[in-house]
């Protein structure tokens, strides 16, 4: 699976909008961008993923580069309780019979802090 | 629907103890990962089972093992603990057919500690 790099930390006023970037610039065509949270003391969530055109749902927004080299997390209206760890994960979207199905790399993600 | 099931939430144990896991996944979910924790590593995959049978595994010592039941409940086991497995460790259910898209649902976490 591609590696990623992501900001350590970004902070983010309530009620705006809150744009998490990713950078994969190893990312083979097969792979998907997949993001998910992690609030504290539980277990991650998933949030959306893609593979080359933008994707929105109930959640957020996940705006893909051209050249799929990086990718943007937007969260339109942050509220206190987005706070948490962001991880940006690429990987190959699995078949049913794929050996890594149930396996992510987390990297070490992105701290979003959103304050009043 | 219910979640992902973890027992027990929060455990202690000493060093040289062994300790089982439990994680129950989603009605219908077949796959079901574990992941372990820490301040120093981050999230890391340990296993993941589907069909009763390990299909992955991660880089973990022996003492760390697991199985999974035919009801596709899931424990996992580490014998002989040592002050690093303190740790948050993290069970994903997947339903693992055609309508995967790739995302796993967590539980809560088993918290365990060390001393």
């Known amino acids: 699976d591609a590696k990623t790099t992501q900001p350590t930390s970004m902070d983010c006023a309530e009620g705006r909008a809150a744009n998490l970037p990713c950078n994969h610039s190893?990312?083979?065509?097969?792979?998907?961008v997949y993001w998910y949270r992690q609030i504290h003391s539980q277990g991650p969530q998933y949030i959306i993923h893609?593979?080359?055109n933008n994707e929105t749902n109930e959640m957020a927004s996940l705006i893909i580069t051209e050249d799929r080299k990086s990718s943007t997390l937007i969260l339109p209206h942050a509220t206190l309780r987005d706070t948490a760890v962001y991880y940006c994960i690429v990987r190959v979207r699995q078949g049913a019979g794929g050996t890594s199905y149930g396996k992510l790399t987390f990297g070490q993600g992105t701290i979003l802090t959103v304050h009043p | 629907k219910a979640g992902v099931t973890q027992t027990p939430r929060y455990l202690i144990k000493t060093r040289g103890q062994q300790v089982t896991l439990s994680c129950s996944p989603i009605?219908?979910?077949?796959?079901v990962s574990w992941y372990q924790q820490t301040p120093g590593q981050g999230l890391q995959f340990l296993f993941e089972?589907?069909?009763?049978?390990?299909?992955n595994k991660g880089n973990f010592p022996g003492r760390f093992s697991g199985r999974q039941f035919s009801n596709s409940r899931s424990e996992m086991n580490v014998s002989t603990l040592e002050l690093g497995d303190s740790a948050l460790y993290l069970c994903?259910?997947?339903?693992?057919?055609?309508?995967?898209?790739?995302?796993?649902?967590f539980g809560e976490g088993s918290r365990l500690t060390v001393l």
């Open positions: 190893t990312i083979s065509g097969n792979e998907y």
């Open positions: 009605s219908g979910h077949r796959s």
């Open positions: 994903a259910s997947s339903p693992r057919d055609s309508s995967f898209s790739g995302e796993l649902f």
């Open positions: 893609g593979l080359k």
């Open positions: 089972y589907f069909s009763e049978t390990q299909r």
